[in-house]
């Protein structure tokens, strides 16, 4: 049988020999595998997600809303240690999210001390202008209640939006010509740009996750 990216099976010792190269991919995914608690699909989420956004956004605390075992904060620590810190946000983290950033410290010790948790809600947290907030498949409506606390911390964002609601989230009446999750996504670039950020809209391989639309913006001014 291939091998899946887009498996939820977990990682293990047992796939410690698919990824035998030094890439830092191949690093981060023995890393993973040692401590055996993430879907597979997760990690190569979060690593093309990371990839991208660290492509356009460099520096500064990264906040990870909804970041569940925290992959996406450490990796874009790991892609650029000019970010001081990563704050992960998520009201119910996995018990194994604790296991996960034990075993990628111990592959890379300078994240000790560097990502902190908040179990709280999303608007109660302290933005910073200078902030980089993620949100890799944040459902429904969160995604556009993480885009709010950008706008109004006017800092970097950038979204993977799911899991789209219908009712509560806007189409803009878009709707008759788009696919309706496709408004939705559609309306919240558009939502950017009005607020005067610079958009930008690209994909993660459609391998990994039907939902791979990524939404990043930055502050024009």
Not at 79 to 92: C, F, G, K, Q
Not at 96 to 121: K, M, Q, Y
Not at 165 to 171: A, I, K, L
Not at 193 to 210: F, L
Request: charged fraction near 25%; include cysteine; aromatic fraction near 6%.
């Amino acid at each position: 049988m291939a091998f899946s990216s887009s498996s939820r099976a977990r990682l293990t010792d047992y796939d410690l020999d698919r990824f035998p190269g030094p890439t830092l991919f191949d690093r981060v995914a023995r890393a993973v595998c040692q401590a055996g608690c993430l879907p597979r699909k997760e990690l190569y989420e979060a690593w093309e997600m990371a990839r991208r956004v660290r492509r356009l956004f460099r520096g500064g605390r990264v906040v990870d809303i909804a970041g569940g075992h925290g992959l996406l904060a450490h990796l874009l620590l790991i892609l650029d240690d000019t970010s001081p810190r990563a704050e992960v946000i998520d009201p119910s983290p996995p018990q194994s999210s604790e296991t996960l950033g034990r075993a990628l410290t111990n592959s890379w010790p300078r994240l000790t001390g560097r990502v902190g948790s908040h179990a709280g809600a999303v608007e109660t947290f302290v933005y910073d202008a200078q902030d980089l907030i993620v949100s890799s498949h944040a459902c429904g409506s969160l995604t556009d209640r993480v885009i709010d606390c950008a706008i109004a911390a006017n800092a970097r964002v950038a979204v993977l939006p799911c899991c789209h609601d219908f009712e509560s989230c806007d189409s803009g009446g878009l709707s008759g010509w788009l696919d309706s999750a496709l408004a939705i996504d559609v309306m919240r670039a558009a939502r950017l740009t009005q607020a005067g950020y610079r958009v930008w809209t690209q994909k993660i391989p459609d391998r990994i996750t039907p939902k791979n639309r990524l939404l990043l913006g930055q502050p024009r001014s």
